[in-house]
C-alpha cells in the first residue's frame, strides 16, 4: 500500500508540474504591479514646452506615458529611445514617461520645468553623409540643467525630489538620490 500511495502521489506531482508549464485559456501573465498609460495630459504640456523654448526636434515622434505608481522611487520620469521594433509597431522614436503619482502631485509650473528637462534630453541628428536621420538621446549635461536654472531657478528639481520623499517616505539622505 506504501508503493501505491508513492506512486500516485507521484503521479500527482508530475500532472501538477505539467499543468504549471502552460497557460491556460484566461489565464493573466502579469510581471509587475506598473500600469502604463498613454498620456494626452503630458503631451499637452509637452507641445507647450516645445513651442514656448523653440525647440526643434526634427522629425522625431514621441509618445508620452503615465507609470502608474511609478517609474521608480528615485528616478520620476524619463526619456527612452525606441527599438527598431517598437518604431515599426507604433511609429513612435521615443518614449517620454514619467511616474504618475508624482506627476498627479505637481503643479503646471514644474511639470513644465520637467518636461522641459526630458525634452534636452532627445537628440535626433542628420547625416548628410547618409541623408538620413540617427534618433539618439543625451545625457542631462550641464549645458541643459544651467539653461533651465538660469531662466527658470532650480525649485523644481527641489519639488520633486520632496514630493517623492513624501510619496515614498524616503529619508533625507535618500531624497538627494531622487532624479529625473
Known amino acids: 500500500m506504501n508503493t ?3 506512486n500516485v502521489q507521484s503521479e500527482n506531482e508530475k500532472s501538477k508540474k505539467e499543468d504549471n508549464d502552460f497557460l491556460k485559456p484566461g489565464d ?4 509587475s504591479n506598473k500600469q502604463i498609460m498613454d498620456s494626452p495630459e ?10 514656448k523654448e523653440s525647440l526643434d526636434l526634427g522629425p522625431a515622434t514621441i509618445g508620452y506615458h503615465l507609470i502608474y505608481p511609478n517609474h521608480s522611487k528615485y528616478k520620476a520620469g524619463r526619456v527612452k529611445k525606441t527599438t527598431k521594433e517598437e518604431k515599426h509597431e507604433t511609429g513612435v522614436d521615443y518614449w517620454l514617461q514619467f511616474s504618475g503619482e508624482t506627476w498627479d502631485m505637481l503643479d503646471h509650473e514644474t511639470r513644465e520645468r520637467a518636461v522641459y528637462h526630458l525634452l534636452l534630453q532627445i537628440n535626433p541628428v542628420y547625416s548628410a553623409k547618409k541623408q538620413e536621420w ?3 538621446t543625451r545625457k542631462p549635461d550641464f549645458r541643459g540643467f544651467y539653461d533651465i536654472d538660469e531662466r527658470y531657478g532650480n525649485g523644481f528639481f527641489k519639488t ?3 514630493v517623492n520623499s513624501s510619496l515614498y517616505d524616503l ?3 535618500k531624497e538627494q538620490k531622487v532624479s529625473i
Request: charged share 25%; no cysteine; proline share 4%.
Open 171 to 173: 529619508s533625507p539622505t
Open 134 to 136: 540617427k534618433m539618439k
Open 28 to 31: 493573466k501573465v502579469a510581471h
Open 160 to 162: 520633486i525630489q520632496s
Open 42 to 51: 503630458l503631451e499637452k504640456v509637452a507641445e507647450t514646452v516645445l513651442e
Open 4 to 6: 501505491l500511495n508513492a
